[in-house]
């Protein structure tokens, strides 16, 4: 019996010293990204965007507000590289001082991704743990998103809204909030492809549909030459490379081959299409796949990228593959990028981390997915065959 204590008081004390860490580890993030002066970061292309876009000028150059990026012998200027649907919202708020504006959207963003975790624990109250919670404020996509004055936590919101929504069977719901989704950020057209696959017709035609028209408005807003200009941006991209590129692309670029990147993204996504299609997983364990496939298989998977993935974390428990991957997605980018340029032999120590991180968590997903391992198993009874929900019932008549 007082082995059974001493064991208790142990975990309780190791519970008490991690989480102590991870407060104090949240007080220098927020210290060290704290808005001071003139900051825009990021946010500040995206109101030059906006602002190019409102005036007929080509919404994808560079102009005064266009951050210049420089890290070691890599620099160039970071452009607004989302769709040209981003556009009718930059130009919304194209007016404002970038500077108070960048202020207001680092507490907004804050305060979004406050939400996002009271979501999670709601959904998974099991989970929902003091140390699970201070974890998830100590991602390094957090601290990178609202540094940078970046767009990602709002988008992790609407895809917990589309997580929640396919959980709770209202699939035009999540096909609505899909669609936005794809419009803004393409590379997430895997999730209603796999939908579609899978059979969850309903869920998938409702996100294509919905991002199709939404990818029209700029058209009729700006002309057709927008698409042509957004596409232009690609021409010239000298940090793919960077050790934060955490996509499979990113992650043979820095060996040397971006174009043995290409091909095992093609290989993840055909694999990816056959499970779905052979095995019609439940709609939550595709999901799962789904945006770890997305997040992968894209040309760019920054730090804030791997918010997308916290519904994975919440919804099983962490065996050693998933809590490796738990901690390596804790290392700040700026520590990341430091320690990589010191020398090859911190390169290869630190340039991959990230990478690593996400091949961690796919390794134990295709693990559950290939055995059936009950640790992802929290889902409703009434998911048991959601896809029924697709089906309309025939009316016969008498």
């Not at 003139?38 to 030059?48: C, P, Q, T, V």
């Not at 998977?301 to 993935?309: D, P």
């Not at 916290?310 to 065996?319: E, G, I, M, V």
Request: hydrophobic residues 55%; aromatic residues 12%; proline residues 6%.
């Amino acid at each position: 019996m007082s082995n059974v204590r001493l064991f208790d008081l142990s975990t309780r004390t190791l519970k008490a010293g991690l989480a102590c860490l991870l407060l104090l580890f949240i007080a220098l993030c927020v210290a060290w990204s704290f808005p001071r002066g003139s900051k825009a970061m990021d946010l500040g292309s995206f109101l030059a965007s906006g602002r190019a876009a409102a005036q007929g000028h080509n919404p994808y150059g560079v102009y005064d507000l266009t951050i210049r990026f420089q890290s070691g012998d890599v620099q160039g200027f970071a452009i607004n590289r989302n769709p040209p649907v981003s556009l009718l919202v930059f130009q919304l708020f194209s007016s404002f001082e970038p500077s108070k504006l960048f202020r207001v959207w680092y507490f907004l963003s804050l305060a979004i991704y406050g939400i996002i975790v009271v979501l999670l624990c709601r959904a998974f109250p099991a989970r929902a743990s003091p140390l699970r919670v201070l974890w998830a404020f100590s991602l390094a996509g957090v601290w990178s998103t609202v540094n940078l004055g970046q767009i990602y936590i709002p988008l992790v919101l609407a895809s917990i809204a589309i997580w929640l929504s396919l959980q709770k069977g209202r699939h035009k719901v999540a096909g609505l909030l899909l669609g936005c989704l794809v419009a803004i950020k393409p590379n997430f057209l895997v999730w209603p492809a796999m939908l579609a696959l899978a059979g969850f017709w309903l869920a998938a035609a409702t996100a294509i549909i919905a991002a199709g028209l939404l990818s029209l408005v700029p058209i009729l807003i700006y002309g057709p030459s927008v698409y042509a200009e957004w596409i232009g941006t690609f021409a010239s991209h000298p940090w793919i490379a960077f050790p934060t590129n955490a996509s499979l692309f990113g992650l043979m670029a820095r060996l040397g081959s971006p174009s043995a990147g290409i091909a095992l993204s093609a290989i993840l996504l055909g694999s990816l299409a056959a499970w779905s299609w052979r095995h019609r997983p439940s709609i939550l364990v595709l999901s799962d796949l789904a945006i770890l496939g997305s997040v992968l298989a894209s040309p760019e998977a920054w730090a804030g990228y791997t918010l997308f993935l916290l519904p994975l974390f919440y919804r099983r428990s962490w065996p050693p593959l998933i809590a490796g991957a738990a901690v390596l997605l804790l290392v700040p980018e700026s520590v990341i990028l430091s320690l990589s340029r010191l020398s090859s032999w911190y390169f290869a120590a630190f340039a991959f981390l990230d990478n690593a991180a996400l091949l961690l968590l796919l390794a134990a997903l295709a693990k559950e997915a290939i055995h059936g391992d009950g640790n992802a198993a929290c889902v409703d009874a009434r998911q048991s065959r959601p896809r029924d929900r697709d089906i309309v019932p025939v009316v016969q008549s008498g």
